[in-house]
């Protein structure tokens, strides 16, 4: 794992703040030479803590309703296609606008984040949607509501 100074971290707060600040900016807000903060931010990319510079979508476009949902498929009886059907519900699944993330779990399971404009859709999708996907052993449907932490999350997440 890669180690952080003060320095370092406290110019990734700001930039996750907000991602367009100067250089110039940055170095203000610090009181550090521009040169010192300039050379940090070289280093953070070179050492791949700063992967790529984002924007995170404000409310007008982030769904009002999300879910997490748990899909566990039945075991084939050929348990080698097990793995294909799997790969083929992620498949389905991240080709949806309306789903927002997509990772397996465990041998036999999926998880999906899910978002709509409003509960309704929201049922209505993942009852249309993902309850009729062949061959599930159970659907876990979990509402997210008033998040404490990660809720931009969301708007990183949604897809335009």
Request: glycine share 4%.
């Amino acid at each position: 794992m890669v180690q952080l100074d003060d320095l370092d971290r406290a110019i990734l707060r700001l930039l996750k703040e907000d991602a367009r600040l100067t250089i110039s900016e940055i170095a203000e807000r610090l009181n550090r030479p521009e040169s010192t903060i300039h050379f940090r931010i070289k280093k953070l990319l070179e050492r791949g803590v700063i992967e790529r510079y984002t924007i995170i979508l404000g409310d007008s476009l982030r769904p009002k309703a999300v879910a997490l949902i748990y899909i566990q498929a039945e075991t084939p009886i050929i348990e080698d296609f097990l793995e294909k059907y799997i790969s083929y519900i992620m498949k389905t699944l991240s080709i949806l606008p309306n789903v927002l993330a997509v990772a397996r779990s465990g041998k036999d399971s999926v998880v999906a984040l899910v978002g709509e404009e409003s509960e309704d859709k929201l049922n209505k999708f993942i009852d249309e949607t993902i309850k009729v996907l062949p061959t599930l052993k159970r659907v876990e449907v979990i509402p997210l509501q008033d998040f404490v932490k990660g809720e931009d999350l969301v708007g990183f997440l949604v897809r335009v």
